[in-house]
């Protein structure tokens, strides 16, 4: 049977680099939401992130193409 091994420790400057990319992600939160406890530090809440961000950007463009679709369609339609 093989044992596990234990992983090294983390060196300081990947403590401080972890602990300025924690501070960055809470600053993001908002600070009055609907259900706080989304937000709430946990396993999922890279994920509510992560899932409205790509939700953004999804809307984004997909009202930015409708847009050009309207704007090179407009002439066909006059005619």
Known sequence: MKRDEVPELPTR?????YLK????????DPWITINPSKYMAGPN???????????????KTFFFNGL???ALANPIIYM
């Open 21 to 28: 990319w924690l501070e960055k992600s809470l600053l993001s």
């Open 45 to 59: 809440r890279l994920n509510l992130k992560s899932r409205k961000e790509m939700r953004k950007e999804y809307r």
């Open 13 to 17: 400057q990947q403590e401080l680099g």
């Open 68 to 70: 050009v679709t309207l």
